[in-house]
């Protein structure tokens, strides 16, 4: 099945190979004029932003993109490794060209690519950044989303509909049927093998070891909108949905209720660590969301982008 870009998408060659870029929004008023640019968390497509960019002002640009191998991009050469996506992210960003100062708006595992391309690039294109419940370098030090005992209690649970994220996401009917199409294609499997079980876990190890801790506020007075969302609900529909299918023993069954127990204490914890990240920072939660808040709460995320578009330091 070959994929029909849609009209504000065009593939950019990055040497290796092409990247599916969706733009959005008029074009920048003047080259110090600040663009948005959403990048999306582990195994997933610039489709789960669609609700954020319909809600966004139609004064602001942005761009959206599909990662190597997924949707609409070709397959790269490099393994999917956080550091392989963060140069291919530069070299987007080089040959689109998108010149302008960049807000970062990122999902999830975008936590740890984005500190990566901060690793590689520096801090000078960036303008400022919008993190949606994002994963901190130490989150597998504090719990671990891919727990196997959580696995054996939601074997064979359909994960969108036990999360509720099939009824409570934002998207029209069209976008939810193309997001769930894409994810039903053997190309979407191949990558999401590559991404999210061999190359996610190591990468908080390989970010961790670069140090960047140490050398905040990384952005300077540059502004960090945190935005936390509620772990616990998608644990515990997860646990629900395998407990009606009679899945796991009882021991198994009271490790992942404390999970979903002590997660919420814990995620908040890692996301006050990200307020470091610059002097003007601020953080919100997402209560009525799990983890996809760009989904069902995208309001939240476009506020951030507000946000962070207020408390800009005075362009020279």
């Given at each position: 099945?070959?994929?029909?870009i849609?009209?504000?998408?065009r593939?950019?060659?990055?040497g290796?190979?092409?990247?599916?870029?969706?733009?959005?929004?008029?074009?920048p008023?003047?080259?110090?004029?600040?663009?948005?640019?959403f990048?999306?968390?582990?195994?997933?497509?610039?489709?789960?932003?669609?609700?954020?960019?319909?809600?966004?002002?139609?004064?602001?640009?942005?761009y959206?993109?599909?990662?190597?191998g997924?949707?609409n991009?070709e397959?790269?050469?490099l393994?999917?490794?956080?550091?392989?996506?963060?140069?291919?992210?530069?070299?987007?960003?080089?040959?689109?060209?998108?010149p302008?100062?960049?807000?970062?708006v990122?999902?999830?595992?975008?936590?740890?690519?984005?500190?990566?391309?901060?690793a590689l690039?520096?801090?000078?294109?960036?303008?400022?950044?919008?993190?949606?419940?994002?994963?901190?370098?130490?989150?597998?030090?504090?719990?671990?989303?891919?727990?196997?005992?959580?696995?054996?209690?939601?074997?064979?649970?359909?994960?969108?509909?036990?999360?509720?994220?099939?009824?409570?996401?934002?998207?029209?009917?069209?976008?939810?049927?193309?997001?769930?199409?894409?994810?039903?294609?053997?190309k979407?499997?191949?990558?999401?093998?590559?991404?999210?079980?061999?190359?996610?876990?190591?990468?908080?190890?390989?970010?961790?070891?670069?140090?960047?801790?140490?050398?905040?506020?990384?952005?300077?007075?540059?502004?960090?909108?945190?935005?936390?969302?509620?772990?616990?609900?998608?644990?515990?529909?997860?646990?629900?949905?395998?407990?009606?299918?009679?899945?796991?023993?009882?021991?198994?069954?009271a490790?992942?209720?404390?999970?979903?127990?002590?997660?919420?204490?814990?995620?908040?914890g890692?996301?006050?660590?990200?307020?470091?990240?610059?002097?003007?920072?601020?953080?919100?939660?997402?209560?009525?969301?799990?983890h996809?808040?760009?989904?069902?709460?995208?309001?939240?995320?476009?506020?951030?982008?507000?946000?962070v578009?207020?408390?800009?330091?005075?362009?020279a």
């Amino acid at each position: 099945m070959t994929s029909t870009i849609p009209s504000n998408g065009r593939l950019i060659n990055i040497g290796t190979h092409s990247l599916a870029l969706y733009t959005h929004g008029p074009e920048p008023s003047s080259p110090s004029a600040p663009v948005v640019l959403f990048i999306s968390g582990v195994a997933s497509d610039a489709l789960n932003w669609q609700a954020v960019v319909r809600l966004l002002s139609p004064s602001v640009r942005s761009y959206a993109y599909d990662r190597s191998g997924f949707n609409n991009s070709e397959c790269s050469p490099l393994e999917p490794s956080a550091e392989n996506i963060a140069l291919e992210l530069s070299l987007l960003i080089e040959k689109a060209p998108i010149p302008n100062p960049l807000i970062l708006v990122g999902h999830s595992w975008a936590g740890v690519l984005t500190h990566e391309y901060i690793a590689l690039k520096g801090t000078d294109q960036l303008a400022g950044m919008v993190l949606v419940d994002a994963n901190h370098e130490t989150q597998p030090l504090v719990f671990n989303v891919n727990d196997p005992i959580l696995g054996t209690i939601a074997a064979d649970v359909e994960p969108y509909s036990a999360k509720g994220l099939d009824t409570a996401h934002k998207l029209t009917q069209e976008e939810w049927d193309a997001f769930r199409a894409a994810e039903a294609t053997e190309k979407y499997q191949l990558i999401m093998q590559k991404e999210a079980v061999e190359n996610y876990g190591p990468s908080f190890e390989t970010l961790r070891k670069k140090e960047l801790g140490k050398r905040q506020p990384l952005l300077g007075d540059k502004p960090v909108y945190v935005i936390g969302g509620t772990r616990s609900r998608d644990w515990s529909g997860l646990y629900r949905a395998g407990v009606e299918k009679g899945n796991g023993t009882e021991e198994e069954r009271a490790h992942v209720r404390e999970m979903i127990r002590t997660v919420d204490k814990k995620s908040e914890g890692l996301m006050k660590e990200f307020l470091k990240l610059s002097t003007k920072s601020e953080l919100v939660f997402a209560t009525e969301s799990g983890h996809f808040v760009q989904m069902t709460q995208p309001e939240i995320v476009v506020d951030g982008v507000k946000w962070v578009l207020q408390n800009l330091p005075a362009f020279a």
